[in-house]
C-alpha cells in the first residue's frame, strides 16, 4: 500500500450560547447548550469542495467514516496534485465555543509539499462551500492549524492561526503574517490531542489544546492578500486561480462577524 497520511477526528461538538452574546466568555454551564456536528456515522449535514472537484464531490472518497470517526485519507490517490480540500458544516455561525479530538496517523502521499507534512486545521468564520470558486485551494477563512511533531525533534506548535485572505488583531495591531505560531506543546507520533476554539463573533478568537490556552486574538478582519499583504494582490492565484479575487481585495478591513466551520 502506497504511503499516505490519516487525520482522524473522533467528535465535533459546537456549544451554542442562550444569553446575549457580548457575555459569551462569562456564561455558564446550565445555559449552554452542546450541538454534536458530526453525527458519528456519516457526513450529513456537511458540505465538500475540494479543488478541481465539483462541490458535494467526495473525490476519491477523501472523506469518510470509519468507527465512528471522521478521517481524511488519501488511499486511493497516486499522487497529491493540490487537491486540498474542505467541509463544511451546512449552518454558519458567529458565537460559539468548538471542542473535538483529533491525531495523524501514516506518511504523506507523494507530490505533497514539505509543509504539508502532518498538517491540517479547522476552518472559522469561512466562506460557505457554494462560493468557493471551482480551482480555490482554501477559503478565506481563519484557520485553527493543526500540525503533528515531525521525526526530526524539532519544536512543532499545534493550534496556530493561518490566515488566508483575512489577518488577526492581535494588541491592538493587526497582523498580517499568514501563520503565527501558539504557545503550545509538539505533539508526536500518532497520539490523540484535544482542541477548543472560543469564537466570539466579531471579537476575540481563543484556542485551547489539552486544557492551556494557546492562542488568541482580539478580531479578525477580510484583508492582507490571500498568503502576504506584501505580494499586493497578486498572491490570490497560488492555490487555484480566483476569479473575483477583486470583490475579497475590495473588502479589504472589513471586520469578519460569522461563517463557516
Known amino acids: 500500500m502506497k504511503p499516505?497520511?490519516?487525520?482522524?477526528?473522533f467528535f465535533l461538538l459546537i456549544m451554542a450560547c442562550t444569553v446575549p452574546k457580548d457575555r459569551l466568555s462569562q456564561t455558564h454551564a446550565d445555559q449552554e447548550e452542546w450541538i454534536d456536528l458530526f453525527n458519528g456515522y456519516d457526513l450529513t449535514?456537511?458540505?465538500?469542495?475540494?479543488?478541481?472537484?465539483?462541490?458535494?464531490?467526495n473525490y476519491k472518497n477523501t472523506f469518510v467514516v470509519e468507527d465512528s470517526m471522521i478521517r481524511i485519507k488519501y488511499d486511493e490517490y497516486e499522487t497529491f496534485d493540490d487537491a486540498f480540500g474542505h467541509m463544511y458544516y451546512?449552518?454558519?455561525?458567529?458565537?460559539?465555543?468548538?471542542t473535538f479530538d483529533y491525531r495523524f496517523t501514516g506518511d504523506q502521499l507523494a507530490g505533497g509539499a514539505s509543509w504539508n507534512v502532518r498538517n491540517s486545521g479547522v476552518m472559522l468564520h469561512s466562506q460557505s462551500a457554494a462560493s468557493n470558486e471551482?480551482?480555490?485551494?482554501?477559503?478565506?477563512?481563519?484557520?485553527?492549524?493543526l500540525l503533528g511533531g515531525l521525526s526530526d525533534g524539532k519544536e512543532r506548535t499545534t493550534g496556530n492561526v493561518c490566515t488566508p485572505g483575512t489577518a488577526v488583531m492581535m494588541a491592538d495591531s493587526i497582523n498580517y503574517n499568514h501563520c503565527i505560531n501558539s504557545s503550545s506543546h509538539t505533539y508526536h507520533g500518532?497520539?490523540?490531542?484535544?482542541?477548543?476554539?472560543?469564537?466570539e463573533g466579531g471579537g476575540q478568537m481563543v484556542y485551547i489544546i489539552e486544557g492551556d490556552t494557546v492562542f488568541r486574538s482580539e478580531q479578525s478582519i477580510i484583508g492582507g492578500g490571500f498568503i502576504s499583504q506584501s505580494y499586493q494582490g497578486k498572491d490570490w492565484?497560488?492555490?487555484?486561480?480566483?476569479?473575483?479575487?477583486?470583490?475579497w481585495i475590495g473588502m479589504d478591513g472589513t471586520?469578519?462577524?460569522?461563517?463557516y466551520i
Open 190 to 199: 500518532d497520539e490523540w490531542v484535544h482542541a477548543e476554539a472560543i469564537v
Open 237 to 247: 492565484d497560488q492555490f487555484g486561480v480566483i476569479q473575483n479575487k477583486q470583490k
Open 255 to 259: 471586520v469578519l462577524k460569522s461563517g
Open 4 to 9: 499516505t497520511y490519516v487525520i482522524a477526528f
Open 134 to 145: 471551482y480551482d480555490q485551494g482554501f477559503p478565506v477563512s481563519v484557520e485553527l492549524q
Open 45 to 57: 449535514g456537511w458540505d465538500i469542495k475540494i479543488a478541481g472537484a465539483p462541490l458535494g464531490d
Open 90 to 98: 451546512q449552518q454558519p455561525y458567529s458565537h460559539y465555543k468548538l
